[in-house]
């Protein structure tokens, strides 16, 4: 079973910005499709970013856009959520999520619904607070 692992959060000051890193230990994301998602106390998970497996094909929530980029690594095997403009409504527990394409030999693009996603990290917690 495929092990997400979330680094990057922190605590930043608004207007600052962070970028969060997914990665599988010993195993390469390219052939996932890659969800980042993110859950503040008291508020249902919220669809963030997605990005394709196979191309460049990126989604994102309406609070994001223009603030955040979604991208892969192809080197490293990593995806990465760069957070720029950030505001203290962003601060919540940000989550890599990974959906498998099962073999497609085409473009696989995802939405923003978690229930759709296999596999999931155990979150980093970003705070943005003066």
């Known amino acids: 079973q495929l092990q997400l692992v979330e680094s990057g959060g922190g605590l930043v000051q608004p207007g600052g910005s962070l970028r969060l890193s997914c990665a599988a230990s010993g195993f390469t994301l390219d052939r996932f499709v890659i969800g980042w998602f993110r859950q503040a106390p008291g508020k249902e998970r919220e669809g963030v970013a997605t990005?394709?497996?196979?191309?460049?094909?990126?989604t994102y929530a309406d609070s994001v856009k223009g603030r955040f980029t979604i991208s892969r690594d192809k080197a490293k095997g990593t995806v990465s959520l760069q957070m720029n403009r950030l505001k203290p409504e962003d601060t919540a527990v940000y989550y890599c999520a990974a959906d498998p394409t099962h073999g497609a030999t085409g473009p696989v693009v995802m939405g923003l619904v978690a229930a759709d996603y296999d596999y999931w990290g155990q979150g980093t917690q970003v705070t943005v607070s003066s």
């Open positions: 990005i394709s497996s196979g191309s460049s094909i990126t």
